[in-house]
């Protein structure tokens, strides 16, 4: 199991952008591909965007397609989701995740990972 910390949620208004960070410690971070997920009031948490443990190979929920984009700097642990023409319906707790050690293909399904920061709130205003 690995540590995840995020870091960068705020308040925004509708078409602005934002760019949240985790940083991962505890394994190999490279060896392990990661993800962010999203959950809003009422709604059950969702997937959001992955990439590989390369960082060659991403996924995105079509919603997001477009305007978010996630990517890693493996030399310092950290995974990022920059978030462009941020919209009311993005504002959610995002929380980090990461696959098992050894596990480098992106996956859209929460089952896949074992590792969960502590989530960071970000808030849109129209």
């Known amino acids: 199991q690995v540590q995840l910390v995020e870091s960068g949620g705020g308040l925004v208004q509708a078409g602005g952008s934002l760019r949240v960070s985790c940083v991962a410690s505890?394994?190999?971070?490279?060896?392990?591909?990661m993800g962010w997920f999203r959950q809003a009031p009422g709604k059950e948490r969702e997937f959001v965007a992955a990439?590989?443990?390369?960082?060659?190979?991403?996924r995105y929920i079509d919603s997001v397609k477009g305007r978010f984009t996630i990517s890693r700097d493996n030399t310092k642990n950290t995974v990022y989701l920059q978030m462009n023409s941020l919209k009311p319906e993005d504002t959610a707790v995002y929380y980090c995740?990461?696959?098992?050690?050894?596990?480098?293909?992106?996956?859209?399904?929460?089952?896949?990972?074992?590792?969960w920061g502590q989530g960071t709130q970000v808030t849109v205003s129209s």
């Open positions: 995740a990461g696959r098992p050690s050894g596990w480098r293909g992106p996956s859209n399904e929460r089952t896949d990972y074992d590792s």
């Open positions: 990439i590989s443990g390369s960082g060659t190979s991403t």
């Open positions: 505890g394994r190999t971070f490279g060896s392990s591909a």
